[in-house]
């Protein structure tokens, strides 16, 4: 594999430097934003590259471990972060969290056990990258699903009474949401999954292409990852939607408005 | 028989009241005054604290679905969540239909297509098809005219003669007022109630 030279990531970060220069007179504030965002890519993937790094040379479950809960924990923060009308206090964290460890964490578990079948199943090469792809796809499932939960809990806010007064279950007075949400949630995995190989080249298989892994076998990776996100980001969301759900209700089925944040 | 004891919400002065069986009381009083929000505290959608009993359950003793099913609340404003109107019911009655003075073909009418007062009459069909023992109307004439207003006014008071069942009908309407109560609650502006 031919290897990039700080001065090829120079040459390329020209590019984003000419387009804020391009865009400074007419959006400042995007402009600045983007040269942000570009150094943090730089600072973060660097970062990241020395952590992996180190955590290649010493295999270890606990260091493992200790990663992929800090990735957690972020992503948590992040799917909190994306909602308008968040739940009040710890659940606003502790919905995304929760949903995000059934799914991403036990169908990695899943897969590294199963279908990879790599000794030691933790071996961070494959644990890592692979819990990365999860959960990032899940996060994006989940903060969609409860921000178009809470938002369309507060629009309908009427609609939902009054199913709930002529005497349906909360469950019932939220259904046709539910449905709307559930979808919310898994459109993205199914929009990618239909368009892969002809509109797009997935970024992992052509990571592995470029490092000289043959197309046939990086394709196989693919399509198991894409099989394996579809199931994170779908039991994620429907865990997602069931706890928020039910902490939209009281023990009396009453719609809890005032546990969102106005 | 209905009787709320000590009932209220958000620090307002504590209610208490009952109603007898097949007895119509009307409740008025300034806008403003919490007439939707007691109606609301009823059939539990808000928090609440006091205690809520009919013939002799408590609502706690029910599940809530049950409870708001037999203590049956109709909003000024009703919502629709399906297409067409006969998705809303379980059972379409086509004599009450007509009752109303819709046609039979009434359960296919698409929901967009209906006035606010065909709404309003459609969603007292609907309520009523869960066979209620109380009835808590809010305004349920206000989107009418007087002969809609009539045909509504006489269901109900069939109803509860046919039931037993029991109703408190908020309106602004004096005429209507003096016309249909059996008994009259006043909510005044810093919301207590006054029973006459």
């Known amino acids: ?262 | 028989m209905f009787v709320v004891k000590d009932l209220s919400w958000r620090g307002l002065p504590r209610l208490s009241f009952s109603l007898q069986p097949g007895e119509l009381v009307c409740l008025s009083g300034p806008s403003g005054s919490g007439k939707t929000q007691l109606l609301r505290a009823l059939v539990d959608l808000d928090l609440n604290q006091g205690s809520l009993t009919l013939h002799g359950m408590a609502r706690e003793s029910l599940p809530p679905p049950q409870w708001r099913r037999r203590v049956a609340l109709l909003p000024a404003e009703s919502r629709w969540w399906a297409a067409t109107v006969a998705e809303h019911f379980t059972v379409l009655d086509e004599q009450q239909l007509a009752r109303l003075g819709f046609e039979r073909d009434a359960g296919g009418w698409r929901i967009e297509r209906l006035s606010s007062g065909e709404k309003q009459r459609l969603a007292l069909l609907r309520l009523l098809a869960n066979r209620p023992e109380v009835l808590l109307l809010d305004e349920p004439t206000a989107n009418l005219d007087a002969v809609n207003s009539q045909r509504v006014e006489k269901m109900i008071r069939g109803y509860l003669e046919a039931t037993g069942a029991s109703c408190l009908w908020v309106s602004h309407d004096q005429q209507q007022l003096e016309r249909l109560c059996d008994r009259r609650m006043i909510m005044t502006a810093e919301g207590r109630l006054e029973v006459s």
Do not use: C
């Open chain 1, 1 to 262: 594999m031919t290897t990039l030279s700080t001065l090829d990531l120079s040459i390329a970060a020209l590019l984003v430097v000419a387009l804020a220069l391009t865009a400074r007179r007419v959006y400042p504030g995007l402009a600045k934003q983007l040269l942000l965002a570009a150094a943090r890519t730089a600072i973060q993937l660097t970062l990241v590259g020395l952590v992996l790094k180190t955590l290649f040379a010493n295999v270890s479950l606990l260091w493992v471990s200790l990663l992929a809960l800090l990735m957690l924990a972020v992503a948590g923060r992040e799917v909190m972060a994306r909602q308008h009308r968040r739940f009040t206090g710890t659940w606003g964290y502790t919905i995304g969290v929760v949903s995000m460890f059934i799914s991403s964490f036990s169908i990695a578990l899943f897969a590294l056990v199963v279908v990879v079948g790599h000794k030691p199943w933790y071996q961070p090469q494959y644990a890592i990258p692979l819990l990365g792809m999860l959960l990032g796809n899940t996060m994006n499932g989940i903060a969609l699903a409860l921000d178009r939960l809470t938002q369309s809990a507060w629009e309908q806010r009427e609609l939902i009474e009054a199913r709930l007064v002529l005497g349906h279950s909360a469950s019932e007075a939220v259904s046709g949401i539910r449905q709307q949400v559930f979808r919310s949630g898994l459109i993205p995995i199914i929009n990618a999954m239909a368009a892969a190989g002809i509109v797009s080249l997935p970024g992992m298989m052509t990571g592995q292409i470029l490092a000289g892994v043959p197309p046939v076998e990086a394709v196989k990776y693919q399509i198991m990852i894409m099989f394996l996100i579809a199931g994170g980001a779908g039991f994620g969301t429907l865990a997602a939607v069931r706890l928020g759900v039910r902490r939209l209700f009281d023990e009396r089925e009453r719609l809890r408005l005032d546990r969102l944040k106005r």
